[in-house]
């Protein structure tokens, strides 16, 4: 199509949503009637926005439906997809902290009764 055209297809969402101003709706009314290409392209763009506006009326999805899923793509992947989790999501974060800060403890109280540790005071 030339550039007038697509000027006339920039405005047909306009159109459809009736948010054109009145001169260039009118002008646009009056190119789709003795525009084939365009008429056929706008009636293009109306049957789309009504199959998209059909949809909207769709049921939500089930409420156990993601677990359903999650369950049916774990039995067919036999555990490669949502495996076994990690130490991390198993245990709680503070309780990771808790051990870490354990294990600091014990490795600088070992370096400070050792003879040849270097935290000792006086050599």
């Known amino acids: 199509m030339s550039e007038p055209h697509e000027e006339y297809e920039a405005q047909f969402s306009d159109l ?4 054109l101003p009145e001169p260039a709706r009118a002008a646009l ?13 706008y009636e293009e763009l109306e049957k789309t926005m009504a199959a998209l ?5 769709k049921p939500p999805a089930p409420d156990q439906f993601t677990q359903q899923v999650t369950e049916t793509i774990h039995k067919r992947s036999a555990g490669r997809f949502f495996g076994k989790k990690t130490l991390g999501d198993r245990v709680p974060f503070g309780v990771l902290l808790v ?8 490795i600088a109280i070992t370096l400070w009764a ?8 006086g050599h």
Not at 53 to 57: A, E, L, P, Q, V
């Open 99 to 106: 051990i870490a800060l354990a294990v600091l403890v014990a």
């Open 16 to 19: 459809h949503d009736g948010t």
């Open 53 to 57: 506006d059909s949809m909207k009326g």
């Open 29 to 41: 009314l009056a190119h789709l009637e003795t525009c084939a290409d365009c008429k056929a392209s």
């Open 114 to 121: 050792s003879s040849t540790g270097s935290l000792k005071v």
